[in-house]
């Protein structure tokens, strides 16, 4: 069982909005640690989508943004499209384990 | 272009040991801190194991505290994973991260990732 808490599945149809919950708790979000998120394409390593809560690093589209609140953080990817079928996971720092976490991942599937 | 490019993985008995490596390129390695995340088939990501820039600094999962060590090779841009005890449960693609904002830090997170190299314990 994952520190953080993501649901296992979202779906969207292409051009639509989907959110991807990460839920912590005080001991790492909502301590006011900072929230990352993954994207894992099938068969691929993970790679960085958004740093520092809601941050992008370069090359990734605006279509990909990330909140935080409270002891929650949300990714949310607007414009569905086939290509962003992949597992996204969020990861934080969490104090009582003097380490870094991360949510159980989500797939989505883009209908 | 930042590159890290895992090597080592394979098949181990239960109890055996293993080395990994990680060769990396593209970036001043000695001012980076690193990281070792892994993921068992079909699951989740788990940090396992992180670094600090100096090597000085070195942080663990509980569930690999007191049977893996990490270290670091500056001069030569490698980072190793020394894996013993080894338990099934260890079975995982393990992959090589470069981090950003030092070795288990509040802000820190994984920039850059290698392919991962995979580590079947079994009899």
């Known amino acids: 069982q994952s520190v953080l808490t993501q649901p296992p599945s979202v779906s969207g149809a292409p051009g639509q909005r989907v959110t991807i919950s990460c839920t912590g708790r005080s001991s790492n979000i909502g301590a006011g640690f900072d929230v990352h998120w993954y994207q894992q394409l099938p068969g691929t390593a993970p790679k960085l989508l958004i740093y520092g809560n809601n941050n992008r690093p370069s090359g990734v589209p605006d279509r990909f943004s990330g909140s935080k609140s409270g002891t929650s953080a949300s990714l949310a990817i607007t414009g569905l499209q086939a290509g962003d079928e992949a597992d996204y996971y969020c990861q934080s720092h969490d104090s009582s384990l003097s380490g870094w976490v991360f949510g159980g991942g989500t797939t989505l599937t883009v209908l | 272009e930042v590159q890290v490019l895992e090597s080592g993985g394979g098949l181990v008995q239960p109890g055996g040991s293993l080395r990994l490596s990680c060769a990396a390129s593209?970036?001043?390695?000695?001012?980076?801190?690193m990281s070792w995340v892994r993921q068992a088939p079909g699951k989740g990501l788990e940090w396992v194991s992180g670094?600090?820039?100096?090597?000085?600094?070195?942080h663990y999962a509980d569930s690999v505290k007191g049977r893996f060590t990490i270290s670091r090779d500056n001069s030569k841009k490698t980072l190793s994973l020394q894996m013993s005890s080894l338990r099934v449960d260890d079975t995982a693609v393990y992959y090589c991260?470069?981090?950003?904002?030092?070795?288990?830090?509040?802000?820190?997170?994984?920039?850059?990732w290698g392919q991962g190299t995979l580590v079947t314990v079994s009899s």
């Open positions: 593209g970036f001043t390695f000695s001012n980076y801190a």
């Open positions: 991260a470069k981090v950003v904002f030092g070795v288990v830090t509040p802000r820190g997170y994984f920039d850059n």
């Open positions: 670094i600090s820039d100096s090597g000085g600094s070195t």
